[in-house]
Each structure stands twice: as structure tokens, then as C-alpha cells.
């Protein structure tokens, strides 16, 4: 049970350039969602999904597209990098089976430099 | 959703019970509360969900009055390992998660 994978965990793009960061969750979870961390700051929503060909903008959407074609991919592509798009992102998933417990698992972050 | 107010930073020593306090005076009747821990270059990770009174498992006690305006993650003696960015969110069922700058947990031995 891997949980979360995120790939790739670096990279390094030129300003213009696009790219995919890939998400992928094995534990059958409906939710799905990408934050954006700064330094010093809490993670920023960036679009998230409630279940496969299901998507919404969060707080921060802007330069950033996702589409969830299945149910264990989730990936953000970053349409034409921009340096204000260096940050980490992290991906997340939570299963809404109406129990309790709402925690969601977080993936281990892609580090992205955007020069 | 509710907005969450929780200190910047708490030192402790090595063996202390360290208790974070998060306000959440507009929490609506849906909403839980939930706490994550975050370490440098990784991802938060969940400790401890609750409703209202109290909560407890492995890793930490919540403690939440009737009136649920705040709760209190309790960590009991904490380690060095413990040191890292605890958040406080409040969400509901499908609500998504709007995180906060959270509090620094700084562990000295």
C-alpha cells in the first residue's frame, strides 16, 4: 500500500516551459486535491476533485490545470511556468465513506524551481 | 469556513506534556476538527480528529469544550522528534481544507 506517490520529487523548469506534476493514490479514495506550499506560509488549495471527471478550482487556481480521468490519478499541469509558480506542492486524497474520520493522506511533495 | 487562530510558535523541553490551543469561534454544526503535524520536507500528516468532548489515540489527546468555540491538542511527553508544524483546521464533510500558517513546535532536549 503505497498511499500518495507524487512524481517527479525535483524539478527545475525554465520561465514558459509546461509540465506535469503526477499525483496517483492506491487506496481507492473519491478526493482528491493539490496544494501549493511557500516558505513560511500554510499549503494553498490549488484545484481539487470529489470523484473521477469531477474538478473545481481552490484559493489559488490560476496557471494551473488538473483533470481526474480515473480515479487513482490526479494530475496539475502547469500550463507555461511562471517563477512565482516556484513552491512545493503536495498532493493529497481522503475517502468520504461517511465515517468520522476526514483525515486526509498527504503525498511526500514535488519541489518545484521555476528559473 | 470557520477561520482557526492558533499561537506562531511553543517551546518545550524533552518529557513535557505541550498543549496547543486553536480557536474556531464561528465553527459551524457540521464541522470537525482536525489536526495535522507537518515536518520540514514532507507532507502534514493526520493526528487526531474529534466532534465535541474528548478524543484520544496513539499519539495525542483532543480536547474539545461544549461550546467546540476551541480545542486543544495535547501531546504527551513530547521527544525531540516531535518538533514540527502542528495545524488546527476546521472543515465539514465535503468541505475542502483551508490551512493556516499553523504552530511551530520547537522540542529542546
Known amino acids: 500500500n503505497a498511499g500518495v506517490t ?23 479514495h473519491e478526493y482528491m486535491s493539490w496544494y501549493r506550499q511557500d516558505p513560511g506560509m500554510g499549503l494553498r488549495l490549488i484545484h481539487y476533485s470529489v470523484g473521477a471527471g469531477i ?12 483533470s481526474r480521468s480515473t480515479t487513482e490519478d490526479f494530475p496539475l499541469r502547469l500550463l507555461s511556468a511562471a517563477p512565482s509558480q516556484t513552491s512545493v506542492y503536495f498532493c493529497a ?21 521555476v528559473v | ?24 469561534n464561528n465553527i459551524a454544526t457540521n464541522d470537525y476538527i482536525t489536526w495535522y503535524q507537518q515536518f520540514p520536507s514532507q507532507g502534514p500528516r493526520f493526528i487526531i480528529q474529534g466532534y465535541k468532548t474528548k478524543v484520544t489515540n496513539e499519539v495525542a489527546s483532543l480536547f474539545i469544550p461544549a461550546d467546540r468555540k476551541s480545542s486543544t491538542l495535547s501531546l504527551p511527553r513530547v ?12 472543515s465539514s464533510y465535503y468541505s475542502t481544507l483551508t490551512f493556516g500558517k499553523g504552530t511551530m513546535l520547537l522540542v529542546s532536549p
Open chain 1, 55 to 66: 474538478t473545481d478550482q481552490g484559493e489559488v487556481p490560476n496557471g494551473y490545470n488538473v
Open chain 1, 6 to 28: 507524487q512524481t517527479p520529487k525535483f524539478q527545475v523548469l525554465k520561465t514558459g516551459q509546461s509540465m506535469t506534476l503526477q499525483c496517483a493514490q492506491d487506496m481507492n
Open chain 1, 93 to 113: 486524497s481522503s475517502s468520504h465513506t461517511g465515517t468520522e474520520n476526514y483525515g486526509y493522506t498527504f503525498g511526500s511533495g514535488t519541489r518545484l524551481t
Open chain 2, 1 to 24: 469556513l470557520a477561520k482557526t487562530t492558533q499561537p506562531i510558535s511553543m517551546d518545550s523541553y524533552e518529557g513535557q506534556e505541550v498543549n496547543i490551543t486553536c480557536s474556531h
Open chain 2, 79 to 90: 521527544s525531540l522528534s516531535d518538533t514540527a508544524v502542528y495545524y488546527c483546521l476546521v
